[in-house]
């Protein structure tokens, strides 16, 4: 194979965080007729875990995912005041440092690039060394953009993986403890037991505001771990993260019409509305890539696509609406406490964000978690349409 051309290519992903890595796996394994490049002045995949039900990738998509995954269990816990509960629901695990180990291994030397990108056009890259790079596309998948015409409150976290001596005894994942103390919003704990030594504890909260202390929340992950009578002999690794939660907005305030620079991902608005979470929808936008990059306009292609699923999330976005403008911060868990009585099928698709029509009027009816008035007036005062 020729050496590729220094300053053009058929396609160029800039940002090599979950989207735009998965996007790139996927046209190399895919359409490896095609000069890609991808461009990440860090680490491809960073410092992050993600996680995902079976049921959020649809089967003709496990190819991709299948091979990243690191830890996989057949089940996972939750803890609420009130009660707790297993789900038989199967639940995986992938690291940034095997999404990047994939992508090295499927891009020649040289088409993954250690620049900065300061300008993105619809067919080219300008980077702080003042070269450019011209493509037949570019794709943005920088992560979170300019949301400032979105009403969002916040999903939270420090995650620490955890060696504990003589083991820390869980034998699957506990995806929500909220039993903790609830401070300024629903906070929960998240438990990925790695191997019988090591767990990953992740202290989470939903707040209104993106400002995260991670000194406070390391501390509160070390009490967490004293309460449940672990001694830490070293903490193996950390990560920090802020999700979005939308509540409202119009699809134009996230990706405007005349915006004409194809994206994936976050940057794209592709995520689910109450929790935040991406990795489904980065794996089915990187799965169905290859087949749409012959289209002369991918961007338009792109964003209609990423604009129906907007729409689709109206459901989603009215859930975020009664957590932060209906609840007190204090009593926002009651809503989770309540949801996670109902059947895992219901919750499966919940969080793969494909709820029927049955299971929304499920969620929403019975006795409400939140005071009626305070939802509809919640409700009431927000274009969450």
């Not at 903490?235 to 999700?243: F, K, Y």
Request: hydrophobic share 45%; glycine share 8%; aromatic share 10%.
């Amino acid at each position: 194979m020729a050496a590729p051309d220094k300053d053009h290519c058929d396609i160029a992903i800039v940002g090599g965080g979950l989207a735009g890595g998965l996007a790139a796996l996927a046209l190399a394994r895919r359409r490896p007729d095609l000069d890609l490049r991808l461009v990440e002045p860090g680490a491809v995949g960073g410092n992050h875990i993600w996680s995902f039900f079976d049921e959020d990738i649809a089967s003709g998509d496990r190819w991709l995912v299948e091979p990243l995954i690191a830890y996989r269990w057949d089940g996972y816990d939750v803890a609420f005041p009130a009660y707790e509960r297993a789900l038989p629901m199967a639940y995986n695990s992938i690291t940034g440092e095997a999404l990047a180990e994939a992508v090295a291994a499927v891009l020649p030397a040289g088409r993954l690039m250690d620049k900065t990108a300061i300008l993105l056009a619809p067919q080219s890259v300008a980077f702080d060394d003042g070269t450019r790079l011209e493509a037949r596309h570019v794709v943005d998948a920088r992560g979170i953009g300019d949301l400032a015409g979105i009403d969002c409150g916040w999903q939270k976290f420090v995650g620490q993986a955890l060696r504990v001596a003589g083991g820390h005894g869980l034998t699957q994942p506990v995806v929500m403890d909220a039993t903790v103390e609830q401070l300024g919003g629903y906070r929960f704990v998240y438990c990925l037991p790695f191997d019988a030594e090591t767990v990953f504890v992740e202290d989470t909260y939903y707040s209104d505001d993106p400002a995260l202390d991670v000194a406070a929340v390391r501390d509160r992950i070390a009490a967490y771990a004293r309460a449940r009578g672990w001694t830490v002999t070293e903490i193996a690794r950390e990560e920090t993260g802020c999700l979005p939660v939308v509540m409202a907005g119009d699809f134009d305030a996230v990706w405007p019409a005349t915006d004409r620079v194809a994206r994936i991902g976050v940057r794209g608005g592709r995520f689910h509305a109450t929790t935040g979470y991406s990795l489904p929808d980065a794996v089915r936008a990187a799965s169905a890539l290859p087949a749409l990059v012959d289209q002369p306009d991918l961007a338009r292609v792109l964003r209609d696509q990423a604009a129906a699923s907007w729409r689709r999330q109206r459901f989603y976005r009215m859930l975020g609406a009664m957590l932060f403008r209906a609840a007190e911060p204090e009593e926002r868990y009651r809503i989770f406490q309540r949801f996670y009585r109902l059947s895992p099928a219901l919750v499966a698709r919940f969080y793969a964000g494909a709820s029927s029509a049955k299971d929304k009027l499920r969620i929403l009816s019975g006795k409400p978690p939140v005071p009626v008035g305070r939802a509809i007036a919640a409700l009431s005062r927000l274009d969450w349409t």
